[in-house]
Nanobody, 117 residues
Framework: QVQLVESGGGSVQPGGSLRLSCAAS????????MGWYRQAPGNQRELVAT???????NYADSVKGRFTISRDSAKNTVYLQMNSLKPEDTAVYFC???????????WGQGTQVTVSS
């Protein structure tokens, strides 16, 4: 079992920045790919960014060049640095962990990001 706790959400004006954090309950980065997803009201949950156990990253086209996913193994924490935020980035952001061998996956509780003037 893995618990994921997100933090760092909030309200920001367009063009602003936020950094989201996802703290895992134990050391998992050697066997879990990690990702950030988001869900806006009335929309399906969508992929934002992922980082594999080898450190390879992948981004949705809508956030490329603006968002950066990273991790700190010593802190069991994954980050999502979000720059040049737009109103369309408004959503609840969820952290995800997927085990590479079993495909078992876990979600955090989500953190709200609101981009508005």
């Amino acid at each position: 079992q893995v618990q994921l706790v997100e933090s760092g959400g909030g309200s920001v004006q367009p063009g602003g920045s936020l950094r989201l954090s996802c703290a895992a309950s134990r050391s998992i980065f050697s066997i879990y790919n990690m990702g950030w997803y988001r869900q806006a009201p009335g929309n399906q949950r969508e992929l934002v960014a992922t980082i594999t156990i080898s450190g390879r990253t992948n981004y949705a086209d809508s956030v490329k060049g603006r968002f950066t996913i990273s991790r700190d193994s010593a802190k069991n924490t994954v980050y999502l640095q979000m720059n040049s935020l737009k109103p369309e980035d408004t959503a609840v952001y969820f952290c995800n962990a997927q085990q590479i061998m079993t495909s078992a996956y876990y979600w955090g509780q989500g953190t709200q990001v609101t981009v508005s003037s």
